[in-house]
Each structure stands twice: as structure tokens, then as C-alpha cells.
Antibody, heavy 118, light 104 residues
Framework: EVELVESGGGLVQPGGSLRLSCAAS????????MTWVRQAPGKGLELVTN????????YYMASVRGRFTTSRDNAKNSAYLEVNNVRVEDTAVYYC???????????WGQGALVTVSS | EIVLTQSPGTLSLSPGERATLSCRTS???????LHWYQQKPGQAPRLLIY???SRATGIPDRFSGSGSGTDFTLTISRLEPEDFAVYYC?????FGPGTKVDIK
């Protein structure tokens, strides 16, 4: 059974940093792109970033480019999202999701809440 | 960047009725990259339809997708109580704003 479990969310002050983790199981992790999608309270979905199978290719949405870093460790079946210099508008639930091709996100984690507040 | 527009914003229907949700893209897209998701309160989104018209694993056949170019449609043939939720379309890095299907 495919499972994705996020961790590392919490309260962070503006300008601070946080590292989210996504532990994957039930599939051959190194065969898939991995994606992070966020959802601000009461709002829609935003595709934040994704990373290819070996970590050599990444995409970032414009508002996080230069502040967020996505990575993965295939030996640990895990994906990571490092969020730096956070802003109030980064407050959201962050989901990791498996990309089965053509940006088809077929499995999602339960989400990790990041709250940016002083 | 492609912009996705969904209509209506809210659809108020009764169980058993047919729901028709629209997703329009600002430029023509390959159907292979057009997907639909369902999200219920407090839950992660769930993939419903991929490649514009293929049902994801475990999705009931009352859900169907169609369309090409810039116009795509998600149809729920007969609404069940568990179908009242928000539905998003997606093309690559962009999601639509969502259509909420609520109980009339």
C-alpha cells in the first residue's frame, strides 16, 4: 500500500526556517517525481515545487524561488522541503504527492501545517 | 503561464442529480496533462480523473471526464452523499480555483 507521511510542520516566525519531510513507502520511490502542493487556510491548491527521480531537476513556483529548496534521499525513501526566509503568506498545509507522469498526482500525504506568525 | 478557470464557483444540487463542472484553460493544452481532483474538508485531495477522461484507480464510474483543447468537463452522473466536496482541475503546475458542490 502506497503511503506518504509528512512531518516537520509547526509555528515559525517571519524570516525563519523549517524543514518538512515526506516519508514514502509501498512503492519504488526512486522511479517517481515527487511534488509539494500547499493550501492556505480556506484557499485553493498551489503546486509549490517538484523534483525528478534522481534529484537533478527541480521546479519552483515564482513566489518561493530562491527561498525554498526541494530535495530527496532515495536511500531513505524520503523527500524534503526546506523553507527559508518565510513570510506570513507561506502559512498553509503542505502536502507531498507522488507524480505518476504528466504531473498526475495519484497519492497524497495527510499534510503538514506551517504557520508563519510572530 | 496557463491559467485555469472553473465554473461555476458553487453548484447546489440534490443527491441523485447530475453535476456538470467546467474547466477552461487560457491556451490549448494536451489532454494528457489535464487532471481532476476531489477534496473533502480536512482531507488531502484525491485524484479522480487523469488525462482528461481516464478514471483513477477505485473511482466509481459515475465520475467521467471529457474535453479537449481549452474546454474540459467533469460529470458526476448521479450525486451520492459522499460526492459533496470541492473539485479542482489541474494542468501541470497550475490548479483551477475549484468548484464546490454542495447540498441544495
Amino acid at each position: 500500500e502506497v503511503e506518504l507521511v509528512e512531518s516537520g510542520g509547526g509555528l515559525v516566525q517571519p524570516g525563519g526556517s523549517l524543514r518538512l519531510s515526506c516519508a514514502a513507502s509501498g512503492f519504488t520511490f526512486h522511479n517517481y517525481w515527487m511534488t509539494w502542493v500547499r493550501q492556505a487556510p480556506g484557499k485553493g491548491l498551489e503546486l509549490v515545487t517538484n523534483v525528478n527521480q534522481d534529484g537533478s531537476q527541480t521546479y519552483y513556483m515564482a513566489s518561493v524561488r530562491g527561498r525554498f529548496t526541494t530535495s530527496r534521499d532515495n536511500a531513505k525513501n524520503s523527500a524534503y522541503l526546506e523553507v527559508n526566509n518565510v513570510r506570513v503568506e507561506d502559512t498553509a498545509v503542505y502536502y507531498c504527492a507522488r507524480d505518476s507522469g504528466s504531473t498526475r498526482l495519484d497519492f497524497w500525504g495527510q499534510g503538514a501545517l506551517v504557520t508563519v506568525s510572530s | 503561464e496557463i491559467v485555469l478557470t472553473q465554473s461555476p464557483g458553487t453548484l447546489s444540487l440534490s443527491p441523485g442529480e447530475r453535476a456538470t463542472l467546467s474547466c477552461r484553460t487560457s491556451q490549448a493544452v494536451s489532454s494528457n496533462f489535464l487532471h481532476w481532483y476531489q477534496q473533502k474538508p480536512g482531507q488531502a485531495p484525491r485524484l479522480l480523473i487523469y488525462g482528461a477522461s481516464s478514471r483513477a484507480t477505485g473511482i466509481p464510474d459515475r465520475f467521467s471526464g471529457s474535453g479537449s483543447g481549452t474546454d474540459f468537463t467533469l460529470t458526476i452522473s448521479r450525486l451520492e452523499p459522499e460526492d459533496f466536496a470541492v473539485y479542482y482541475c489541474q494542468k501541470s503546475g497550475s490548479f483551477g480555483p475549484g468548484t464546490k458542490v454542495d447540498i441544495k
